[in-house]
């Protein structure tokens, strides 16, 4: 099976950067999200990252207007349906997920695989919410898309051998490397990567150290291009929370147990840089820590 055409669910951060990648590398690409607002603003996101190339010489023009081209909204998740290949990057909810991928059931084409980018709920799980779990994969990018080159492949235990080796050469079509990966909390990647971030909030919430010298002593002290507080802002304190939610319920052990610290974060609405605030206030000139 070639896969020409890709449908992306969710303008967030992660759907607008996967569908960025896709329409660079030549598939035809349909971008959908229930708000019309959010998806100008991921359009206009992807433009002004393909403008960036164009200044550093990485893309000519032609080649932006080709991939702008070939890169369609629409807040109709029906549309997606008859379409190659479907990438799931909703909201880090499992309720959410089942139900966008069972309001497409009835739409989808019988050749269509489906792929979701969730960061670590369990790709058995969603996939047996669906008609065809053979035909179903985690496709989980990092963040940034357009500049992290890891994508882990996950396969559940339904997911049959052709569906791996297609979205395996997707990878590598879209010029970056493939990470396999067992259907375990987290995976790879932020099942180290989390509870790290976790621990570093529990520093700062046992009074070890402060939100600046924590990052600082990580930079410095273990070549970390971003402290582990300013990287939780990043990433959206949210789904840092999720995440760690996810390992401490699907393994059971109490070294999962996300920090009080980060729990009231969250339930203060101060995600991270996407809120303006987290361990770090972003409202002015220059970040400022919060505590």
């Not at 909204?73 to 909703?90: C, H, K, N, W, Y």
């Not at 291009?225 to 996810?246: E, K, Q």
Request: glycine fraction near 8%.
């Amino acid at each position: 099976m070639s896969i020409r055409s890709v449908g992306v669910i969710g303008a967030g951060q992660m759907g607008t950067g996967i569908a960025h990648v896709f329409a660079l590398s030549g598939y035809d690409v349909m971008l959908t999200d229930v708000a019309e607002d959010r998806l100008d603003m991921a359009r206009e996101r992807i433009a002004q990252g393909y403008d960036r190339l164009v200044e550093k010489d990485k893309l000519d023009a032609a080649g932006r207007d080709s991939a702008l081209g070939r890169l369609q909204t629409t807040t109709d998740l029906t549309r997606l349906g008859p379409l190659d290949l479907i990438v799931e990057s909703a909201v880090e909810d499992e309720k959410v997920k089942t139900r966008i991928f069972a309001d497409l059931a009835p739409h989808l084409g019988d050749q269509t695989l489906l792929t979701s980018n969730t960061s670590s709920i369990s790709i058995t799980r969603l996939a047996s919410a669906t008609d065809r779990p053979e035909r179903f994969m985690g496709l989980h990018f990092m963040n940034p898309v357009p500049v992290m080159q890891l994508v882990e492949l996950i396969r559940g235990i339904a997911t049959d051998d052709e569906t791996f080796q297609i979205m395996k050469g997707v990878v590598a079509k879209l010029g970056k490397t493939a990470a396999s990966a067992e259907d375990f909390p987290a995976f790879i990647v932020n099942r180290i990567l989390l509870p790290m971030i976790n621990e570093a909030i529990y520093t700062l919430y046992e009074g070890v150290g402060s939100v600046e010298s924590i990052d600082k002593a990580m930079k410095l002290g273990t070549n970390h291009p971003m402290g582990p507080l300013a990287l939780a802002d990043f990433i959206g304190l949210d789904t840092c929370l999720s995440i760690m939610n996810v390992l401490h319920d699907g393994l059971a052990d109490t070294k999962y147990r996300p920090c009080p610290l980060l729990v009231k974060y969250v339930e203060a609405g101060w995600l991270g840089r996407k809120a303006g605030r987290g361990f770090y206030d972003y409202r002015g000139e220059v970040p400022v820590p919060t505590r």
